[in-house]
Nanobody, 121 residues
Framework: QVQLVESGGGLVQPGESLRLSCAAS????????MGWYRQAPGKQRELVAD???????NYADSVKGRFTISRDNTKNTVYLQMNSLQPEDTAVYYC???????????????WGQGTQVTVSS
């Protein structure tokens, strides 16, 4: 029903920046949250940032002040601008879309294939 295509991952040095993009297609309900999760080897998948249909944002403490999430409803795309990248940010980053019906009942939970971000000198 919802398909996600990610891009923008790669290898960078500490202090550099990357911008991740995730384009969504298919039937997307009006009420939805788009976000980014990441998973490093041996660690649990964790929420990095998300943004609601109304533009409300949420960030993990570890990235607050460095990362910025945004969305372009015209292009059905969510972005993650990552500045001042550190080796600790190395992980596979996954795009996520959660959809909702009335009374905040979740109706869908969709994931991208993941894109590798490596920060190393």
């Amino acid at each position: 029903q919802v398909q996600l295509v990610e891009s923008g991952g790669g290898l960078v040095q500490p202090g550099e920046s990357l911008r991740l993009s995730c384009a969504a297609s298919g039937s997307i309900p009006r009420f939805n949250t788009m976000g980014w999760y990441r998973q490093a080897p041996g660690k649990q998948r964790e929420l990095v940032a998300d943004i609601t249909s109304g533009g409300r944002t949420n960030y993990a403490d570890s990235v607050k002040g460095r990362f910025t999430i945004s969305r372009d409803n015209t292009k059905n795309t969510v972005y993650l601008q990552m500045n001042s990248l550190q080796p600790e940010d190395t992980a596979v980053y996954y795009c996520n879309v959660k959809t909702f019906a009335l009374l905040s009942v979740r109706t869908g939970d969709y994931w991208g294939q993941g894109t590798q971000v490596t920060v190393s000198s």
